[in-house]
Structure formats: C-alpha cells, structure tokens
C-alpha cells in the first residue's frame, strides 16, 4: 500500500493564481481530512470529509474549496492565492467507523506552497 | 470551538535527560491522541488515550490522561538523538465529526 500520497510536494504561486493540492489514499478509508501547518500555529484543520460527497468545513476554510467524488481522492483547491496561503498542507485519512476522531490519522508527506 | 494547549513550547535537554510535554483542555475531552513529526517529516500517531486516568508505556515513552479527562502527558526517559522532533497532542470533544483540534507542539531539541 502506498498509503497517503500527496502531489505535488513543492509549489510556488503568483498571487492570483488557482491551484489544486491533490490527495489521494489507497486504504479504502471513509474519513478524509485538510490540514494547514504554519510555524508556532500547529496544524489547522481546513476541511473535511466523512466519505463519499460529504465535505465539511474546519477551523480555517476561507480561500479553500474540496470536493470528495471517490472514496480515494480528496483535492484541495485555492482559488484564488493569496501570500497568507503560504504554508505546508497536509491531507491526512483515516477509518471512519461511528466515531471517526478515535482512530489514527495517516498522513501525507505534505505540500510545500510558496505564494508571492 | 475546541482549544487544546501544549507546553513548553520548545525544550532543551542533554541527551540522556528526561523530557515532558503538557496537554490541557478547558473541556472534557473524548479522547486525546499524541503524534510525532520528525524536521521536515509529516505527523505520525503514537498513540491514543481514551480512558479517565489511563497511562500507556511504549518504551521509554509514558503517556497520561488525566482523571477529569481534561489534561495528558508525554513523558520521554533518557532520551535519545533519535527523539528530535515536534510532539503534538490532538483532542476530540466529541459530540459530532468536527475534526481533531491539535495543540502547537512541542519542539525537543536534544543536545548531544
């Protein structure tokens, strides 16, 4: 198993410019999630998703569209960069069951976006 | 919504001291969860901690969750080079799929 894969690992945007992170996850997970990871902030939930067509919002969803059309994938768009976008995303999977936040998250390796 | 606070935010030690992390919460927590994030690496699990009062061993890793299940620790003994890295806590208050709140990590920095 590949396990979570992120593409690409490193980016750099022009402000303005539209992008999509994408995530995917071959472990046939239900629970998908958005993480930002800024220095001395943690990691901020973006958003969402508890399978298939569900997308919800987290703690930090301006600027940020997701949609989940297939168990694997889960893309994250910026739609329109700005340099606070600037940051390393993490997507992160993991079994859903009835308490999805009680099992382990698997990461991705992570996204290094650069926007000037 | 949730807040969970991790302290110290970086620490200093001689390879072979102990380390500890602290994790609080104003709310009652569902269950806690630790991860590790090597320099330039990616968040791995630990471990999770779900019962009031529980301690869990791994090692030289001892992780606590508090009586009210309001707090928890991660306690490392002599550490090693091996341990550098970010030691986040994350919580789960329960009540609905609102995600996991993680604390802003703690920085072990291992002076050889």
């Known amino acids: 198993n590949a396990g979570v894969t992120q593409t690409p690992k490193f980016q750099v945007l022009k402000t303005g410019q539209s992008m999509t992170l994408q995530c995917a996850q071959d472990?046939?997970?239900?629970?998908m999630s958005w993480y930002r990871q800024d220095p001395g902030m943690g990691l901020r939930l973006i958003h969402y998703s508890v399978g298939a067509g569900i997308t919800d919002q987290g703690e930090v969803p301006n600027g940020y569209n997701v949609s989940r059309s297939t168990t694997e994938d889960f893309p994250l768009r910026l739609l329109s960069a700005a340099p606070s976008q600037t940051s390393v995303y993490f997507c992160a999977s993991s079994y859903s069951g009835r308490k999805p936040m009680t099992y382990e998250q698997y990461f991705g390796p992570g996204t290094r976006l650069t926007v000037t | 919504g949730q807040q969970v606070m991790q302290i110290p935010q970086y620490q200093h030690v001689q390879e072979g001291e102990d380390f500890t992390t602290y994790c609080n919460s104003s709310?009652?927590?569902?269950?806690i969860q630790w991860y590790k994030q090597r320099p330039g690496g990616h968040p791995v699990f630990l471990i999770q901690l779900v019962k009031s009062g529980e301690v869990k061993k791994q090692k030289r890793l001892t992780f606590q969750f508090g009586e009210a299940k309001k707090n928890s620790s991660l306690h490392i003994t002599a550490t090693q080079t091996t341990d550098v890295g970010t030691y986040f806590c994350a919580a789960y208050s329960g009540g609905g799929a609102d995600g996991l709140t993680f604390g802003k990590g703690t920085h072990l920095i291992i002076q050889p």
């Open positions: 472990m046939n997970h239900e629970y």
């Open positions: 709310t009652t927590l569902s269950n």
